[in-house]
């Protein structure tokens, strides 16, 4: 069975640091992969996604992430992170259930990114 | 306009009683889901719908049943409420089955019981 591990629960970053966030996956075929994020009392917005082809993908907010197969990881970056970035995030990879058919995400546990002024 | 709706955006209730939670998509989508996040913040899919068919049910008690009068609404009904069930359950919907479609959120339901 597929599954998502997110190591760090809590990261605390200053105001215009760089940042990365970790996500590992385990999946038996070719992964979708996704990154989420959830602002206090909000739903998910997607920030980026993976398919295939190039293996750095660039998603909105000014974030980005790469899909390293040998690593099984998709570590999610930021070069400069602003008070605004202060959410929960959620790596999530998608899979199919049956035959080509649907396609529930299976998200990690998410990390809490608190930013320090 | 809204993508998903989901109404209502708070429900506190007592234990024992039955609940319904809706959820609309104007994206033409397809595909629509139910996820519970738990009190860690834990995301776990509950159902999934493809054109008013169920698709997958994740082991979730038979007190929880969806229910999709069109491919545009998919609703959850909760019988005898447990206080477990206490959680944010939110919509989603995707154009098509393919594991590698966007899923789009709703704003999420916050269920308390009592």
């Known amino acids: 069975a597929q599954s998502v591990t997110q190591p760090d629960i809590h990261i605390t970053v200053s105001e215009g640091a760089s940042l990365e966030l970790r996500c590992n996956y385990s999946?038996?075929?070719?992964?979708?992969l996704f990154w989420y994020v959830q602002s206090p009392g909000q739903g998910l917005q997607l920030l980026l996604k993976?398919?295939?082809?190039?293996?750095l993908v660039q998603g909105i907010k000014g974030f980005e992430a790469e899909f390293k197969r040998s690593q099984s990881s998709f570590n999610l970056r930021k070069p400069s992170v602003h008070w605004s970035d202060a959410a929960e995030y959620f790596c999530?990879?998608?899979?199919?259930?049956?035959?080509?058919?649907?396609?529930?995400?299976?998200f990690g546990k998410g990390t809490h990114l608190i930013i320090q002024p | 306009d809204t993508a998903v709706s989901q109404t209502p955006k708070y429900l506190v209730t007592q234990m024992g009683n039955d609940k319904s939670i809706k959820c609309e998509q104007n994206?033409?989508?397809?595909?629509m889901y139910w996820y519970k996040q738990d009190s860690k913040k834990f995301l776990k899919i509950m159902f999934s719908?493809?054109?008013?068919?169920?698709?997958i049910n994740e082991t979730v008690p038979n007190r929880f049943s969806p229910k999709s009068p069109d491919k545009a609404h998919l609703n959850l009904h909760i019988n005898s409420l447990e206080l477990g069930d206490s959680a944010v359950y939110f919509c989603?919907?995707?154009?098509?089955?393919?594991?590698?479609?966007?899923?789009?959120f709703g704003p999420g339901t916050r269920l308390l019981v009592l």
């Open positions: 994206l033409g989508h397809d595909t």
């Open positions: 993976y398919f295939s082809g190039d293996t």
């Open positions: 989603a919907s995707s154009q098509g089955l393919a594991g590698q479609e966007t899923q789009y």
């Open positions: 999530a990879v998608g899979v199919s259930y049956s035959g080509g058919g649907a396609d529930g995400l299976t």
């Open positions: 999946y038996g075929a070719t992964p979708y």
């Open positions: 719908y493809n054109n008013k068919e169920l698709i």
